[in-house]
C-alpha cells in the first residue's frame, strides 16, 4: 500500500517530463555515480517503510487465568473477566493510553410489569414483580480457555463463568410483602457467562449471557436485566465513579473511548426476542450509570444474548503516523533528486 503510494506520485510526476521515455531508458543504461546512490537510498527508504509495518503487526491474543480472574490483552485492549465478585465483572482499559479502566457488572436479573407497553423497562414508571435475583458473588465455575491459533499467533480466545442458584421469588423475612402476586415457588436458575475474543476485532471483545430456568408470574412481562457501567483510574479493581461522558448513541454506550454495544435482538429457542434499553444513575448502594436491558417474555426457552464491550480505535480508517509520512516525503525527494540528475546528464 505504501509503496503504491509512492509509485502513484512519481508515475505522475515523470508523465509531466518531456524526458519521461528517455528517463527510464537511461535507468537501464550506464548510470553515473550520483544516480546509484540515489537509486540505492530510495530502494533502502522503500525497504526502511516496511520495517515499522512490520513491527506494529499485532502479537495475537495474550491470556491467562489466575486467582479466578481471565485475564485477555491485544495491541488495542486489556480486559480482566471474573465471576467471583460482586458479580460478574468486566474490566478494560486501552493499553496504548492506561488512564481510567472501565467496569461493567451483571448484577442483578427480574421481571418486570411494562405498564405502558413500549418493550422498555422505565424505572421509576414500571413495576418490578416479585423480588429481583442479586446475581451470586461465589460459585462461578471457569471453563478454562479454548483458542485458535494461525501462523503461531493465537487468534481466538473463548471461555465460560458458570453458575447454578435457586431463587425463591417471594422471600419471606425482607420486609416486602408480596401477598397481592400470585405465588411462585422458588426455581433453579443456571447462567452462563460466555466470553468471546478475536483479534480481527482487536479493541472490543463479545460476551453471551446464556439464562435457563427463569420462571414467569405473568405472560405479558419483561425480564430485565441490570448492568452497572463505572469508571476507575488505572488499576483499581473496581469502578467507583460514574463514566466520563456516559452517553447513548444508537445502541452503544459511549464513555470517553469505552463503550458497552448491544444487540436489538437476542434468541430464545428458534425465536428472536425484542430487546430494548434504558438507562439512568445506578440506585441503592451501586456506583455509576445503570443499564436495563429489557427482554419480551421468552416463556420457558433459554435466553442466549451477546453484547460487545470494547475500546474506540483512534482514528478510523487509513492512518500515516508522523514517522511514515516523513519517509514518503524523504522519499519523493530522493526520486525528484534522481530524475534531476538524470536531466542534467
Ligand atoms: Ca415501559
Known amino acids: 500500500m505504501f509503496i503504491g503510494l509512492l509509485i502513484i506520485p512519481l508515475s505522475l510526476f515523470c508523465s509531466t517530463l518531456p524526458i519521461n521515455t528517455k528517463f527510464w531508458v537511461y535507468l537501464g543504461d550506464s548510470v553515473n555515480i550520483y544516480q546509484k546512490t540515489s537509486l540505492a537510498l530510495f530502494a533502502l527508504l522503500l525497504i526502511g517503510i516496511g520495517v515499522p509495518l512490520a513491527a506494529a503487526q499485532s502479537t495475537g491474543i495474550?491470556?491467562?487465568?489466575?486467582?479466578?480472574?481471565?485475564?485477555?490483552?491485544?495491541?488495542?485492549?486489556?480486559?480482566?473477566?471474573?465471576?467471583?465478585?460482586?458479580?460478574?465483572?468486566?474490566?478494560?482499559?486501552?493499553?496504548?493510553?492506561?488512564?481510567?479502566?472501565?467496569?461493567?457488572?451483571?448484577?442483578?436479573?427480574?421481571?418486570?410489569?411494562?405498564?405502558?407497553?413500549?418493550?422498555?423497562?422505565?424505572?421509576?414508571?414500571?413495576?418490578?414483580?416479585?423480588?429481583?435475583?442479586?446475581?451470586?458473588?461465589?460459585?462461578?465455575?471457569?471453563?478454562?480457555?479454548?483458542?485458535?491459533?494461525?501462523?503461531?499467533?493465537?487468534?481466538?480466545?473463548?471461555?465460560?463463568?458458570?453458575?447454578?442458584?435457586?431463587?425463591?421469588?417471594?422471600?419471606?423475612?425482607?420486609?416486602?410483602?408480596?401477598?397481592?402476586?400470585?405465588?411462585?415457588?422458588?426455581?433453579?436458575?443456571?447462567?452462563?457467562?460466555?466470553?468471546?475474543?478475536?483479534?480481527?476485532?482487536?479493541?472490543?471483545?463479545?460476551?453471551?449471557?446464556?439464562?435457563d430456568g427463569w420462571s414467569w408470574t405473568y405472560e405479558d412481562s419483561l425480564l430485565v436485566l441490570m448492568f452497572t457501567v463505572t469508571e476507575s483510574t488505572h488499576g483499581q479493581s473496581h469502578g467507583d465513579t460514574d463514566p466520563s461522558g456516559f452517553h447513548r448513541t444508537g445502541t452503544k454506550f459511549q464513555f470517553e473511548n469505552g463503550y458497552f454495544e448491544y444487540n436489538e435482538t437476542a434468541l430464545a429457542a428458534n425465536n428472536t426476542l425484542q430487546v430494548r434499553a434504558s438507562y439512568g444513575d445506578a440506585p441503592g448502594a451501586y456506583s455509576g450509570n445503570a443499564v436495563y436491558l429489557s427482554f419480551e417474555n421468552f416463556g420457558n426457552e433459554t435466553l442466549e444474548y451477546d453484547p460487545i464491550l470494547g475500546v474506540l480505535s483512534p482514528v478510523p480508517g487509513l492512518v500515516l503516523d508522523?514517522?511514515?509520512?516523513?519517509?514518503?516525503?524523504?522519499?519523493?525527494?530522493?526520486?525528484?533528486l534522481a530524475v534531476v540528475l538524470v536531466r542534467r546528464k
Open 62 to 211: 495474550l491470556y491467562q487465568y489466575s486467582a479466578g480472574i481471565a485475564s485477555l490483552e491485544t495491541d488495542d485492549i486489556a480486559i480482566k473477566v471474573t465471576g467471583n465478585d460482586q458479580a460478574p465483572h468486566f474490566h478494560w482499559w486501552d493499553p496504548n493510553n492506561p488512564t481510567v479502566d472501565y467496569h461493567v457488572m451483571f448484577v442483578r436479573m427480574f421481571e418486570a410489569n411494562d405498564t405502558d407497553s413500549n418493550g422498555i423497562f422505565d424505572n421509576g414508571t414500571d413495576i418490578m414483580i416479585g423480588a429481583p435475583f442479586v446475581l451470586p458473588t461465589t460459585g462461578w465455575g471457569f471453563s478454562d480457555f479454548e483458542t485458535v491459533e494461525e501462523d503461531g499467533n493465537i487468534t481466538e480466545v473463548h471461555f465460560n463463568f458458570t453458575t447454578e442458584a435457586t431463587f425463591d421469588p417471594r422471600p419471606e423475612g425482607t420486609g416486602v410483602d408480596y401477598g397481592n402476586l400470585p405465588s411462585l415457588p422458588e426455581f433453579d436458575l443456571e447462567i452462563e457467562v460466555r466470553i468471546h475474543m478475536y483479534l480481527e476485532s482487536p479493541g472490543e471483545f463479545k460476551f453471551d449471557l446464556i439464562v
Open 322 to 336: 508522523p514517522m511514515t509520512l516523513g519517509l514518503v516525503a524523504g522519499a519523493a525527494v530522493i526520486v525528484i
